[in-house]
């Protein structure tokens, strides 16, 4: 069975850093591109952020360029999403994502930890 858990989520003031971490299990890690996708409310879900199997490829959105860092621990099987300089646009849920090295799509969804960025 395919998991993916997100974590680190919460609310937080404009300007504060927090870390979320996507825990994977069922799947073979370091065969995985992962991303991360936000979807504030009312608003259509986008690509946040993504790195390739190996961590030597990244995108970001350019709306996070510069404020947001995207990593990878094959060994410990986890993602994580780096945010730093939060804005009230940087709220919404937030979901990672696995997509096989040669695929195309995005195969596996974790269900999402909400972000808040609020003074």
């Known amino acids: 069975q395919v998991q993916l858990v997100e974590s680190g989520g919460g609310p937080v003031q404009p300007g504060d850093s927090l870390t979320l971490s996507c825990t994977t299990s069922?799947?073979?890690?370091?065969?995985?591109?992962m991303g991360w996708f936000r979807q504030a409310a009312g608003k259509e879900r986008e690509l946040v952020a993504a790195?390739?199997?190996?961590?030597?490829?990244?995108f970001y959105a350019d709306s996070v360029k510069g404020r947001f860092f995207i990593s990878r621990d094959n060994a410990k099987n986890t993602a994580y999403l780096e945010m730093k300089l939060l804005k009230p646009e940087d709220t919404a849920v937030y979901y990672c994502a696995a997509r096989q090295m040669t695929g195309g799509v995005y195969d596996y969804w974790g269900q999402g930890t909400q972000v808040t960025v609020s003074s």
């Open positions: 069922g799947i073979t890690f370091n065969r995985y591109a």
């Open positions: 790195i390739t199997w190996s961590g030597g490829s990244k």
